[in-house]
């Protein structure tokens, strides 16, 4: 499992041109990609690393800080570009094994009492949101 986490001082996702997630405040976006053989339990290990990791404001945690964060489907994380020009898309999980990993780390997230909004997975999003700092972190499994 793979997660570009940003922090931003607002954020938004919209599909159809329809907002299914904001927040106006100190926050994260996490962009989620799944790959092959990926588990509940990493995906359990990588919302709690979400959660607790102390990249906002004087070093707090999502957790801390009581921060939104929104939580987005990204299968292009694991594109392949050593050879050609085109990605090969072959290091992404298939959705059926994807999806409920992705919405595993939403909701592990928000068993922890957070505000979680998601994006809608497969659909083509929006993402819109202010990269404060910039604070831009790479999180593997």
Known sequence: ??????????????VQGRVVASFDREGLVALV????????????????????LRILTDETSAADAGAPIIVI????LYADTR?????SWNGAAPREVAE???????ADLRGRGLQVGTGVFGAH???EFVND?????????
């Open 125 to 127: 999003m929006a993402v």
């Open 100 to 106: 409920p990993l992705v919405e595993a780390v939403a």
């Open 133 to 141: 700092g910039p604070v831009t972190v790479i999180l593997d499994s």
């Open 73 to 76: 489907s990204q299968f292009t």
């Open 1 to 14: 499992m793979r997660v570009v986490l940003q922090r931003a001082s607002r954020a938004s996702v919209s």
């Open 83 to 87: 050879k050609g020009r085109r990605p």
């Open 33 to 52: 990609g799944v790959t092959h053989g990926d588990t509940d339990g990493e995906a359990r290990a990588i919302a709690r690393k979400i959660a607790e």
